[in-house]
Structures are given as structure tokens and as C-alpha cells.
């Protein structure tokens, strides 16, 4: 029998009326509807038949017909010859189409590609989003071996080396911030303030199996035109002599491939964006640090 995983719905009342901001009280049902459906096919491993969709939705299967026939149509949902259903690549591609991460997403792809060649080793690109880090960019190693990360990919800030070099230079308030819920959980090393410092003194982060033996993670920020850490560059490097590879050459390529994608979308002189961060990072850690 195929598991279903449930969602959480928004109160009864938002089925029949939401209110604006102006005081005003709206109705649309029909809305509601629509997004639960996207909502909930959005978290399932498998597709779902209609039955299932209106009983996971406390619905009836004849007020979600017009609903999924209409989402069908319109390219969100996809049914499937044995009428299951499952969510389309639409919002993905919505998502990357987005301006903030398209341009980002333009200019590192090309650049990502050829650091994990030169290196034989996967690298990702994440940024912050709604609370937690959203790895947006996945490029797996073109070699025999290599942790890859997948695009779409949610993790907590604190538990991950990417999270902890945006903590660390310039999203100190996320770490109790509001998230989706849906980032995989992770332990938060128990060293948590000796890390962010070590950060905010270096640069970036650099840790020696955290998750896995033989896997050193790297990872430099990406500036934007206002100096603000606009993502994250990692490599999950594999330590293992048949690469032939270290990882001091590795941290260095790393960084200039950083760099490289800092300029490209605005940033600039990339040196001076991060001793700023690494600054106003420990000016907030030790509020007499000197400016």
C-alpha cells in the first residue's frame, strides 16, 4: 500500500474567505483548493490517485475533479496513464526563471562545471530561502567517485558548512528565523560558536568529515553588487589518493571560482566584500571589536 504524507492546511476559514491588507474579507475557495493539492503532491515519493488527494485533504473526489483537471491543463500536476497524479517540473523551472536566482544560476552553471572537471570532484550552490539553505545548483563530478547534491536540496543553517558561512558573514539573524519546515535534520555540532568564529576569522569554512570519513567540505561565500552574501560555493571534497588531489589546491579554486561568480553578478573587488563580512561578523560577536 502506498504511503501518503500529509501537510499541513491552513484553518478552516481560509477555505472561505482571506483577508487583505486593507481590512477587506475575500473568498476564494477555488484557490485554496488549488494550492493545497500543489502543497501536498509537492511531498509525496510516489503519485496519488484522486481518491487518495481528496481524502489526504479532507475533500471530496468530485470538488477536487475541476481543480486537477484545470492544474492538468495549466502544466502544474501531471497524471499519469494509470490516473495517479504528480507535480510537474513547473514550479522548479518557475523557480530557476526567477530573477534573483537566474542570473546567479546563468553565470555559475558554466563556472561550476569547470571546477568539478578540473577537480573530478561535485560541488553545489545554495543560497538562503525562507529560513533555511536551498541548494540551487548541483553539478555531480564527471569522475568514477563524488558526493553530489541535488538541486532543491533544504538544510537547517546551523547543521551544514554552507548554512554556518552564512551565518557566520551576514544572516546571524536566521538562526532562529522562521522555516518551511522541510529542510533534512541534521545534529547542530555542539561547537557551534567556535565554528562561526573560525569563520568569521578565515573567510570560509573547511571541515573534516562531519558526515562522512574521507569527505572534507569547502565552502566560500558569494558576494553580490552590495556586498551581501548572495550564496554559498561548496565542495563536499573527496579526500582519496586515486584522485590525486589536495586540498589546499582544491580551497584555492574554490574561492576563485567564488570569486569569479561574485564579479560576474556585481560584486566587484571580492576581497574587500569579505574582509567587511568577516569585520561586521565579528563586530557582532564582540561588539568592541575595532572596525
Known amino acids: ?27 476564494v475557495p477555488a484557490l485554496e483548493k488549488s494550492l493545497d493539492v500543489i502543497e ?22 468530485s470538488e477536487l475533479f475541476r481543480i486537477l483537471t484545470v492544474l492538468t491543463r495549466r502544466g502544474w500536476i501531471t497524471r499519469l496513464k494509470d490516473d495517479n ?5 513547473r514550479l522548479f523551472e518557475l523557480a530557476h526563471g526567477y530573477p534573483p536566482n537566474k542570473r546567479l544560476i546563468d553565470v555559475a552553471l558554466p563556472l561550476m562545471r569547470g571546477l568539478a572537471g578540473d577537480l573530478l570532484q561535485s560541488c553545489h550552490l545554495s543560497v538562503a530561502d525562507q ?10 563530478s564527471p569522475g568514477r567517485a563524488g558526493l553530489f547534491v541535488r538541486s532543491g536540496t533544504r538544510y ?14 551576514g544572516y546571524a539573524e536566521m538562526l532562529n528565523g522562521n522555516a518551511t519546515g522541510k529542510a533534512e ?22 571541515v573534516v568529515g562531519e558526515w ?34 589536495d586540498v589546499a589546491s582544491a580551497r584555492e579554486q574554490v574561492r576563485a571560482v567564488a570569486e569569479e561568480i ?30
Open 185 to 206: 535534520r541534521r545534529p547542530v555540532p555542539d561547537d557551534l560558536a567556535a565554528r562561526l568564529e573560525r569563520i568569521r576569522t578565515r573567510g570560509y569554512e573547511e
Open 212 to 245: 562522512l570519513d574521507a569527505v572534507v567540505d569547502i565552502c566560500w561565500p558569494v558576494f553580490n553588487v552590495r556586498g551581501e552574501v548572495a550564496a554559498v560555493l561548496a565542495m563536499p571534497f573527496l579526500a582519496v589518493p586515486a584522485l590525486r588531489q
Open 1 to 27: 500500500m502506498k504511503s501518503v504524507k500529509s501537510i499541513r492546511r491552513g484553518p478552516p476559514e481560509a477555505d472561505e474567505e482571506a483577508t487583505g491588507g486593507g481590512g477587506r474579507t475575500y473568498t
Open 40 to 61: 501536498f503532491l509537492a511531498v509525496q515519493d510516489q503519485p496519488v490517485s484522486q481518491s487518495g488527494i481528496a481524502q489526504s485533504l479532507g475533500r471530496s473526489a
Open 85 to 89: 497524479y504528480q507535480l510537474s517540473s
Open 131 to 140: 529560513g533555511e539553505v536551498l541548494v540551487i545548483i548541483g553539478v555531480e
Open 156 to 169: 537547517e543553517f546551523a547543521s551544514t558548512a554552507s548554512g554556518r558561512v552564512m551565518l557566520a558573514l
Open 262 to 291: 561574485s564579479r560576474a553578478i556585481g560584486a566587484g573587488d571580492y576581497q574587500r566584500w569579505l574582509d567587511e563580512a568577516r569585520q561586521k561578523g565579528l563586530s557582532r560577536q564582540n561588539p568592541t571589536a575595532s572596525r
